[in-house]
């Protein structure tokens, strides 16, 4: 631990960090498109991995007959757990990574952990072919509401498209940019610390529509997320650039003053750059797999489409994945810059 504050400064511009976060970008891309989700979850596999270990027990004390003080301070000992589980599992991959290093290639499948690219793709892209012949099954359907923390079986298909859409977005931003943003800061233990409050939050914040248990998990995870985030927007305004049909400039605008934005727990800035790139309204009130009426607000241009279709699920999947390809140019970017930097 000593070793690694002291190392700090440096690694923060050493062009190995660069090059090992645009390598698990890629292989989370590559890797996710041919596997598919594990389990039927398309979100990162350390989110599964703490879900599995941390989530029966925060099930047990979030109890919505409490009063609001007690469920945050049951929230924030859940947090400690969490944050607890990343530092262990840090030190047990961590050390793996230093005696096994092969090359980067050990920290980099280690980072994957916390990331997520190619499994949403898969998983809308099974939605898309499904919504454009009109048969489609619970396997569809399946990783998009367990990934989303959705009940689709109460939805139509405009209300699934839009939750496919923008699971797409949030995605991006919480499985992708957030960890490779703090892994670039703090290494593994960034990273790793993050995606646990990442998951702590997607499984108890609700959105932000939650009681006291949530919040402490929410709050924190913004306090980690919210640059990565509104960079996570900033490249998917950009992607629109390379998108047909799509609006980049309307999205950049949309960031800074635009009608009809998301608030942060419902998707923030990510999903109003998809949905102002799209001219499309995304989000709308949906019911949480727990039971809960989680009313999100509407984000999109005044005036816009919420009935959305296949097509439209198709552009979205395209944004996204030129929103990763910038992603992995910005990378590169930062690499030959801390190269220089450095020399």
């Known amino acids: ?47 599964q991995f703490s879900d599995k270990v941390l989530g029966g027990l925060g099930a047990r004390l979030d109890r919505p007959h409490r009063k609001g003080p007690d469920l945050t301070l049951r929230g924030f000992v ?13 030190l047990l991959s961590g050390g793996l990574a230093a005696h096994m290093p092969l090359y980067g290639l050990t920290e980099t499948l280690l980072l994957s952990l916390t990331m997520t690219a190619g499994t ?24 998009i509401a367990r990934s989303a923390g959705v009940n689709l079986a109460v939805s139509d298909d405009y209300g699934i498209t839009r939750t496919g859409m923008a ?8 499985g992708c940019v957030a960890p490779v943003v703090w892994y670039l800061i703090a290494g593994l233990p960034g990273a790793m610390i993050y995606a646990a409050l990442a998951a702590l939050a997607a499984r108890f914040g ?14 924190l995870e913004k306090l980690l997320g919210f640059v990565p985030s509104a960079l996570a927007g900033l490249l998917i305004s950009l992607a629109g650039l390379l998108t047909p049909t799509g609006g980049m400039t309307r999205a950049l605008v949309a960031l800074l003053h635009g009608k009809n934005r998301a608030p942060y727990a419902e998707g923030g800035l990510p999903l109003t750059a998809m949905a ?29 489409t919420a009935q959305l279709s296949a097509g439209h699920l198709r552009r979205a999947l395209y944004l996204s994945l030129m929103a990763h390809l910038l992603l992995v140019f910005a990378l590169i970017g930062g690499m030959l810059w801390a190269g220089h930097f450095s020399a």
């Open 1 to 47: 631990m000593l070793t690694f504050i002291a190392d700090f400064p440096l690694q923060m511009m050493s062009p190995e960090r660069f090059l090992i976060a645009m390598g698990a970008v890629v292989f989370v891309s590559v890797v996710g498109v041919v596997t598919g989700p594990q389990y039927g979850n398309a979100n990162p596999l350390y989110w």
């Open 78 to 90: 859940l947090c400690l757990f969490g944050v607890a589980l990343a530092a262990a599992v840090f």
């Open 206 to 219: 609700r959105d932000g529509f939650c009681k006291g248990f949530g919040r402490v998990p929410l709050a």
């Open 167 to 174: 699971l797409a977005a949030r995605r991006f931003d919480k």
């Open 276 to 304: 102002y790139v799209l001219a499309v309204n995304l989000g709308g009130p949906v019911q949480s797999l727990d039971g809960y009426t989680l009313k999100r607000v509407w984000v999109g241009p005044p005036g816009a």
């Open 120 to 143: 949403v793709w898969f998983a809308l892209l099974r939605l898309y072919f499904a919504l454009k012949g009109r048969k489609a099954g619970t396997g569809e359907y399946y990783a």
